[in-house]
Nanobody, 130 residues
Framework: QVQLVESGGGLVQPGGSLKLACAVSGFTLDHYAIGWFRQAPGKEREGVSCVSSSDSTTTALHSVTGRFTISRDNAKNTVYLRMNSLKPEDTAVYYC???????????????????????RGQGTLVTVSS
């Protein structure tokens, strides 16, 4: 059974840091791209960042450039999103999603599918507030 499980969310003060994890099971991470998405209350889902099967990364959201870093550990079947200098506007439910990535170039496709992700987790809530 294919499953993605996010963890690491919580309440953090502005300027703080969190590290989200996306643990995958039911398939081998090596040949998949993984993307992080987020959805704030009353807003549309947006793509945040993606890492391809060839370990190239794409930051889809200009507002997180320099603050968020995506990485993958294929041995642990886990993808991470390190979030620094968090702001109240980063408050959202964060999801990870997967797409087959044979050639290492699937991140743009995955990010474009933000509204109909086929393989995704249930999300983890990140709240940035003082």
């Amino acid at each position: 059974q294919v499953q993605l499980v996010e963890s690491g969310g919580g309440l953090v003060q502005p300027g703080g840091s969190l590290k989200l994890a996306c643990a995958v099971s039911g398939f081998t991470l090596d040949h998949y791209a993984i993307g992080w998405f987020r959805q704030a209350p009353g807003k549309e889902r947006e793509g945040v960042s993606c890492v391809s099967s060839s370990d190239s990364t794409t930051t889809a959201l200009h507002s997180v450039t320099g603050r968020f870093t995506i990485s993958r550990d294929n041995a642990k079947n886990t993808v991470y999103l390190r979030m620094n200098s968090l702001k109240p506007e980063d408050t959202a439910v964060y999801y990870c999603a997967a797409i087959s990535d044979v050639y290492g170039d699937a991140c743009p496709i995955l990010l474009s599918q933000r509204n109909y992700l086929q393989i995704r987790g249930q999300g983890t809530l990140v709240t940035v507030s003082s």
